[in-house]
C-alpha cells in the first residue's frame, strides 16, 4: 500500500481517532442511548448500509446473522464498499467508512441519493462503540479483510487473494464498556427488519438467530413492500373492504407511496415514513395524506349524494377504522422536532397531498361499492362524534373527568413534583388495602382497580366517558383523554400498573394497557408507564426469607438457603398480591429501592396494536389462536 509522509498520516490518524474518542466519551448523541436501543440501533446502521446497495440495485439479499457471543453478522451481496485509496486521506475508503465520522456510502455522484439522514451516523459509530469489528470485502475480483479494536485499526486493509463473488461482511461484537447490555432481542431486530423489507419491496432480508441449540430463521421479503405491510397490520381485523388500496408518484427528486384499507374499528393507525426512517410524529407527508382524505371524502359524498348538503366529515370522521402506510423519499429531508422525527419538507405536503386527492377520487369513483362502504363509515363516526358531543355538553359541569375532585378510592401521596410521584393502579381491594398500608405516602398514590373493564377495543370514545371502572384513572391521572388529552396536567410522573401474574391479572393489564394505547397514548410514548413485578415465590429456613421472581430464582435460593447441610426450605407459591402482607409488598414490589419495574414502551406502535386487537378484538378465532399460542406469554404481557 502507497505510503505517505509520515507527519501528515500522522496528523489525521491522530484527528481520525480524536473523532471516533468523542462517540465513545458521548454515545448517547450518536446512537440514542446505551440501552437496548442504543444496541440494537447499531445493527440498524449496518443493515441500513446494504438496503442503501439494494435500493441502488446492485444487491438483492441481505444476511443478518446472531452469533454466539453477542457477535453480530451483516452480509449483502453487492458490488463491496469501494477499496481503493482515497485521495485525501490517503487510505482505502473502506478504512475510512469505518473510521472516519460521517463518511456515509457516498462516495462520488451515481450512487443512491435518499439515504436517512436522521438515523445513517454510519459505520464509524459502530466501529467505535464495539469491542471489535472485522469487515471482509469481494469486488469480483479479490478478497480484502481489516480489523478493528474499539475503532483502531489492527492493521492496514488486506489482500486475501483472488475471488469472483461480491459483497460486504461485516462481523462485530458490541463493547460491554459501552452498553448496559449486549444481548440481542431476536424479535425487536425481525420487526425492524420486516418493516425494512415492507418498506422496500423485493427487497431479501433473511435474519438467523444461531445462538441456541437450533437456528431459528426468518426470511423477510415481500413483493407487494407497503400493500403488504398494510395487509400485515390487518392481519386479525375486520376489514370494511377486502383490497389494499395503493398509490405511488414519482417525481424529479421525490417519490410518494401510499397503501391503506379500512377496517370495522374505532381507531386508525397511519404510519408514515421518509427515506425509510418511521417518522413517529408525522409531519408534511403526515398532514398532506390527511388533507386529501378528508376532501376526497367529502367531495366524493357530495358528488354522488350521500351526504346531506349541510353536513361535513370531520379528519377523525375520515379516519375512523384506517390502516395507512404512507411512505416517501426525498433528498435532503428535513427532520424536525426534539426527537427528529416528523417530517418538515413543505414540498412533500403538496406532493402527498395532490396525489391522493387525484388517485383516491378516481380509485373510489371506479369502485363505488367501497365509496359508499367509505362514506357510511364517516357518517356513522360524525354521528356518534355528535352524540358524545351531546352527552358530554349535558354532564360537562358535573363531569368527573372535568371536576377537580378526587376519586373516592384514591390514596393520594403528599408530594407534588410529578418528578417524584407515583400512582399504583392496583387490582383488587384487598391488594389495594395492602399497598395503602405499605406505601411511602410522601411520593406513592394508590388507586385500586376491580371487577371487570369494559372492552376498550370495541368502545367509542362516549363510551369510555360513562365507564366508572376507568373514570377514577382519568380523574386521577388529571389530563383527560382522546383528542382533549394534556399531559401537562399530568398529576404523576410514574403510573405503575400492579396486578397478579394469573388470567385476571393479564386481564386488568391488557385493559389498561389498551386503554393508555387508544386514548393517552403519549403517556406511553413519554414512558410514564409502567408494570410492577411482584415476586412469584417467597422461601424461607427459620428466620431467613427470600424472594424470588422467575422458576430459576426459587432454584437457586432453595439451594443457597439449604446450604452444604442441605436443611429443609419452605417455599411459597404467591397466587395473588392479597397474599403479601403490607411489609411485604412494599419490600419486594414497592420499595424503589430494591423493586424492579418495567416500562411499557410503544416504540412499535403497530405490534401493540396488532397485540390488543387479537386479544380484544371482534374476532374470536385469531384470539383463541394467539392465546393458544402464546399462552405461557399472556399473563406476563409485556409489549
Ligand atoms: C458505493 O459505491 C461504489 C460501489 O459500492 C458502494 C458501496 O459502498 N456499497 C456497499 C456498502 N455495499 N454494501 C455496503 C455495506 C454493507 C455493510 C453490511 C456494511 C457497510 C458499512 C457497507
Avoid at 388470567?503 to 393489564?509: A, C, N, T, Y
Amino acid at each position: 500500500m502507497q505510503q505517505k509522509p509520515q507527519e501528515e498520516y500522522g496528523a489525521e490518524q491522530i484527528q481520525v481517532l480524536e473523532g471516533l474518542e468523542a462517540v465513545r466519551k458521548r454515545p448517547g448523541m450518536y446512537i440514542g442511548s446505551t440501552g437496548p436501543k442504543g444496541l440494537h440501533h447499531l445493527v440498524y446502521e449496518i443493515v441500513d448500509n446494504a438496503i442503501d446497495e439494494a435500493l441502488a440495485g446492485y444487491c438483492d439479499k441481505i444476511l443478518v446473522d446472531l452469533l454466539p457471543g453477542d457477535v453480530v453478522r451483516v452480509k449483502d451481496n453487492g458490488r463491496g464498499i469501494p477499496v481503493g485509496i482515497q485521495p485525501k486521506l490517503g487510505i482505502s475508503a473502506v478504512t475510512v467508512v469505518f473510521t472516519v465520522l460521517h463518511a456515509g456510502g457516498k462516495f462520488g455522484g451515481g450512487g443512491y441519493n435518499y439515504s436517512g439522514g436522521l438515523h445513517g451516523v454510519g459505520a464509524s459509530v459502530v466501529n467505535a462503540l464495539s469491542e471489535w469489528l472485522e469487515v471482509e470485502v469481494c469486488d469480483g475480483e479479490n478478497r480484502y479483510y481489516q480489523r478493528f479494536q474499539r475503532g483502531k485499526e489492527d492493521a492496514p486493509l488486506k489482500c486475501l487473494g483472488p475471488t469472483t463473488e461480491t459483497g460486504t461482511t461485516v462481523t462485530f461484537k458490541a463493547d460491554e464498556e459501552m452498553f448496559e447490555t449486549c444481548v440481542y432481542d431476536y424479535d425487536t431486530l425481525k420487526s425492524r427488519l420486516r418493516e425494512q423489507a415492507f418498506l422496500n419491496a423485493g427487497i431479501n432480508i433473511t435474519l438467523t438467530d444461531q445462538r441456541g441449540e437450533e437456528p431459528v430463521t426468518d426470511k423477510l421479503h415481500y413483493e407487494g413492500g407497503i400493500s403488504s405491510f398494510v395487509q400485515h397490520l390487518n392481519k386479525h381485523k375486520e376489514l370494511l373492504h377486502d383490497k389494499v388500496i395503493y398509490m405511488a408518484q414519482e417525481e424529479e427528486h421525490q417519490k410518494a407511496e401510499v397503501a391503506l384499507q379500512y377496517t370495522s374499528g374505532y381507531t386508525d393507525l397511519i404510519l408514515t415514513f421518509a427515506n425509510n426512517i418511521h417518522t413517529t410524529d408525522g409531519g408534511t407527508h403526515e398532514d398532506g395524506f390527511k388533507r386529501a382524505l378528508t376532501r376526497v371524502l367529502n367531495d366524493y359524498a357530495k358528488k354522488f349524494n350521500l351526504i346531506k348538503d349541510n353536513k361535513k366529515l370531520t379528519g377523525d370522521d375520515v379516519r375512523e377504522g384506517l390502516t395507512a402506510v404512507v411512505s416517501v423519499k426525498l433528498q435532503e429531508a428535513q427532520f424536525e422536532g426534539q426527537t427528529k422525527a416528523r417530517l418538515g419538507n413543505t414540498e412533500m405536503r403538496a406532493m402527498v397531498e395532490g396525489m391522493v386527492y387525484d388517485k383516491l377520487m378516481t380509485y373510489l369513483e371506479e369502485n363505488p361499492a367501497v365509496g359508499k362502504a367509505l362514506v357510511e363509515k364517516g357518517l356513522s363516526a360524525a354521528h356518534a362524534r355528535e352524540a358524545a358531543k351531546r352527552a358530554r355538553d349535558l354532564t360537562r359541569r358535573k363531569s368527573a373527568l372535568e371536576s377537580s375532585t378526587l376519586p373516592g378510592k384514591l390514596a393520594d401521596c403528599i408530594e407534588r413534583d410529578i418528578n417524584k410521584t407515583e400512582l399504583y393502579l392496583v387490582e383488587g381491594d384487598s391488594a389495594g388495602g395492602s399497598a395503602k398500608a405499605g406505601r411511602d405516602a410522601h411520593t406513592q398514590a394508590i388507586l385500586p382497580m376491580w371487577g371487570k373493564m369494559i372492552n376498550v377495543e370495541k368502545a367509542r370514545l362516549e363510551k369510555v366517558y360513562n365507564n366508572e371502572k376507568l373514570t377514577p384513572v382519568v380523574t386521577a391521572l388529571g389530563c383527560g383523554l382522546g383528542n382533549d388529552f394534556d399531559i401537562s396536567r399530568l398529576r404523576y410522573g410514574k403510573v405503575i400498573i400492579m396486578a397478579d401474574a394469573d388470567v385476571d391479572g393479564s386481564h386488568i393489564r391488557t385493559l389498561l394497557l389498551t386503554f393508555f394505547f387508544r386514548f393517552m397514548r403519549p403517556l406511553l410514548e413519554e414512558g410514564h408507564v409502567y408494570l410492577a413485578q411482584p415476586p412469584l415465590f417467597k422461601l424461607w429456613r427459620g428466620k431467613q426469607v427470600r424472594y424470588a421472581f422467575t422458576e430459576e430464582e426459587r432454584d437457586r435460593y432453595a439451594k443457597e438457603l439449604a446450604g452444604p447441610n442441605n436443611q429443609k426450605v419452605e417455599i411459597q407459591r404467591y397466587k395473588g398480591l392479597g397474599e403479601m402482607n403490607p411489609q411485604q409488598l412494599w419490600e419486594t414490589t414497592m420499595d424503589p429501592a430494591t423493586r424492579t419495574v418495567l416500562r411499557v414502551d410503544v416504540e412499535d406502535a403497530a405490534r401493540a396494536d396488532e397485540l390488543f386487537t387479537i386479544l380484544m378484538g371482534d374476532k374470536v378465532a385469531p384470539r383463541k389462536e394467539f392465546i393458544e399460542q402464546n399462552a405461557k406469554y399472556v399473563t406476563d404481557l409485556d409489549i
